[in-house]
């Protein structure tokens, strides 16, 4: 008993000298410049009033002793349209900030600003003051101006008159939004279109989409999210649901970054001079419906960049329909699916005449080993033509044609590659190089039927193959 009361009260005593010779921690004057992760934060294009995303500065005390920064502020002060968390501490003045040695701290940063018109630059600095003299990190971001299309349960997010949408705001939908039954909405030059999280729209039977955009000034369809990855991420929004005798014209337009991006039923679309590239399952889904397509360029689709099921009517003129994809290796990543079936939302499976599919002074190009998969059920029309065409092609059981002797595919290359510029998506530029086996071979009658390319480039003589010459 007493070895224990010894042993305790020995404890105690040990614990309080400790406690009584613990060192001051002593913090200096910064006599070196701070270090920092970066020396200009660009947040994202964000809307009016939309709180930004958390954007990070890390601070870094390169001295062997702690230092004490004697302020840290936002230089426009309670008028920035930033706020700044310092160490775990809201707001946009601090003083006497401690930083250990060797060490680093977090400063966050976001942006929930007011618009002043229809796109403004939205601009301030993080300061930071000391004996070893004034430092700063700039803030930059792009403010524009938004109407907002909300779904809930007391508002169905309906458009229900013939409507017009300038790019004096960018339209933010949140859910579904509907054209309602025989209304036509036109979307005019440089309007953005942004789509959150599992959103979409649905143009209903008999309602007339028009995307009317113009070479430099397109219209832009993608999801909310700005920041810089999310450009070649798919899944960020669901589609444009096209329900049966709907109407879609699309030109000049740019989309992007979805589920699928035309999921058409029975309907018609009319598709110039545009991108449809990123998307987790198809760029063009189209069920019984008519396509008709030139100038078009689309990259990077999961499943396929174009799915036509039970039949249809389609004509891709001066296309160039690539898919190749890291990020989506696993999937299937054709260029162009094609068959008589379909399986509807019950699993019953409906057959459709394949009416047409024309392939023409077009690039259908993959990483995978082909690039177009037909697949015809017995007994059903499946008529194609592939004229003056670069396409991949791994053989008949496969493609589902035979290439060599097929009196429906006339004057194409197959297996040569097309050289592309670039066709990975963060900088995709599908033009093909000068020693491209795509250049000159087109067919001149097919190219006067399309003779401007994609960026307004004559092609009326020595037509080079797909959307660019």
């Known amino acids: 008993m007493k070895f224990k009361l010894l042993l305790a009260f020995s404890f105690w005593m040990l614990l ?7 060192d001051e921690i002593t913090f200096d004057a910064p006599s070196q410049q701070l270090r920092f992760s ?34 840290i502020n936002l230089e426009k002060g309670s008028a920035s349209l930033y706020r700044i968390n310092v160490d775990g501490k809201p707001g946009y003045d601090f003083k006497d900030v401690p930083l250990r040695k060797k060490d680093s701290m977090y400063i966050f940063v976001e942006i929930a600003p007011e618009a002043t018109g229809p796109e403004a630059i939205a601009e301030d600095k993080i300061l930071f003051s000391s004996g070893a003299g004034q430092q700063h990190v700039t803030l930059f971001s792009v403010v524009q101006d938004a109407e907002f299309f909300i779904e809930t349960p007391t508002n169905p ?7 017009t949408w300038d790019k004096t705001k960018a339209k933010i939908i949140y859910g579904n939004l509907t054209i309602n039954p025989n209304i036509t909405l036109d979307i005019q030059p440089g309007t953005k279109v942004y789509f959150h999280k599992n959103s979409g729209m649905k143009v209903s039977t008999g ?12 219209v832009i ?32 337009a740019r989309l992007f970054g979805g589920t699928r991006g035309l999921d058409m039923k029975q309907n018609t679309a ?8 990123n998307f987790f399952e198809y760029g063009i889904y189209a069920v019984g419906s008519a396509v008709t397509a030139s100038n078009l360029v689309m990259n990077n689709c999961g499943e ?28 299937n990543r054709s260029g162009i699916t094609a068959t008589n079936e379909w399986k509807n939302a019950s699993g019953t499976t409906e057959q459709g005449a394949l009416q047409r599919l ?7 190009f993959s990483d995978r080993d082909n690039s177009v998969n037909f697949e015809q059920t017995p007994g059903q029309q499946f008529e194609f033509m592939i004229q003056n065409s670069l396409i991949k092609y791994s053989g008949t059981t496969e493609a589902g044609f035979n290439f060599d002797t097929n009196v429906n595919v006339v004057q194409s290359i197959k297996n040569e590659d097309p050289q592309f510029l670039n066709y990975f998506a963060a900088k995709m530029n599908l033009r093909v190089k000068t020693a491209s086996p795509a250049r000159g071979k087109g067919n001149v009658t097919v190219a006067g039927t399309v003779p401007m390319d994609i960026v307004n480039v004559s092609r009326t003589t020595n037509p080079t193959l797909g959307a660019y010459q």
């Not at 890390?58 to 302020?71: C, G, H, S």
């Not at 309602?207 to 397109?218: R, V, Y």
């Not at 999801?223 to 709907?246: C, F, Q, V, Y």
Request: hydrophobic letters at 35%; one cysteine or more.
């Open 16 to 22: 309080m000298a400790v406690s009584c010779n613990k």
């Open 38 to 71: 970066a020396d200009t934060v660009f947040c994202d294009t964000v809307y009016h009033q939309v709180r930004s995303e958390t954007y990070l500065v890390k601070v870094y005390n390169n001295e062997d002793k702690d230092v004490l920064i004697p302020r």
């Open 157 to 163: 997010n309906v458009i229900a008159t013939h409507t």
């Open 207 to 218: 309602a007339i989409l028009n995307i009317n955009g113009a070479l430099n000034d397109e």
């Open 221 to 252: 369809l993608r999801g909310d999210r700005n920041d810089l990855d999310h450009d070649t991420l798919p899944k960020n929004w669901n589609s444009i649901r096209m329900e049966a005798n709907s109407i879609l014209n699309m030109n000049f």
């Open 270 to 277: 009319n598709i110039r001079n545009s991108f449809i590239h």
């Open 304 to 331: 396929s960049c174009i799915g036509i099921f039970r039949g249809g009517n389609h004509s891709y003129t001066h296309a160039t329909i690539a898919n190749y994809s890291k990020s989506m290796g696993t999937f």
């Open 358 to 364: 024309d392939i023409k002074n077009s690039i259908v």
